[in-house]
Nanobody, 124 residues
Framework: QVQLVESGGGLVQAGGSLRLSCVPSGRTFSNYVMGWFRQAPGKEREFVAA????????LYPNSVKGRFTISRDNAKNTVYLQMNSLKPEDTAVYYC?????????????????WGQGTQVTVSS
C-alpha cells in the first residue's frame, strides 16, 4: 500500500504557473530523497528535479533550471514542485518519486517509489 500521490496538475496558459504536491501513503518520506520526473507522449521519461532529505541540496536539468523549484515540508510530509514561466513543451504527465539513501541523483531507476502521475498541459 506504499504509494505517492501527486496533485495540482491542470491546464494553464504559456507563461503561467502551477504548484504540484506529492504526499505519501503508507510511510513517511522524511528520510528519502524525493524527485520529480515527467513524460510526454512518445518521449522518454525526463528528470525534472530532486531534493535531499533536509532540502539543503537540489538538482535540476537545464531545461527547467530557473523556472522550476522543488521544496519539501517534512513536518507536513509533502514535496512540492513550483513551476513558473511554463512553456508548451512542459506539457507532460508529472511523477513524484522517492529514493532511499541521501544522494541526490537524476536516474529514474534509482528511485524506488512512484506516484500515479498528474497531467500538466500548457497551451500557447
Amino acid at each position: 500500500q506504499v504509494q505517492l500521490v501527486e496533485s495540482g496538475g491542470g491546464l494553464v496558459q504559456a507563461g503561467g504557473s502551477l504548484r504540484l504536491s506529492c504526499v505519501p501513503s503508507g510511510r513517511t518520506f522524511s528520510n528519502y530523497v524525493m524527485g520529480w520526473f515527467r513524460q510526454a507522449p512518445g518521449k522518454e521519461r525526463e528528470f525534472v528535479a530532486a531534493i535531499s532529505w533536509s532540502g539543503g541540496r537540489t538538482l535540476y536539468p537545464n531545461s527547467v533550471k530557473g523556472r522550476f523549484t522543488i521544496s519539501r515540508d517534512n513536518a507536513k510530509n509533502t514535496v512540492y514542485l513550483q513551476m513558473n514561466s511554463l512553456k508548451p513543451e512542459d506539457t507532460a504527465v508529472y511523477y513524484c518519486a522517492a529514493r532511499r539513501y541521501n544522494t541526490v541523483v537524476i536516474t529514474a531507476s534509482a528511485y524506488e517509489y512512484w506516484g500515479q502521475g498528474t497531467q500538466v498541459t500548457v497551451s500557447s
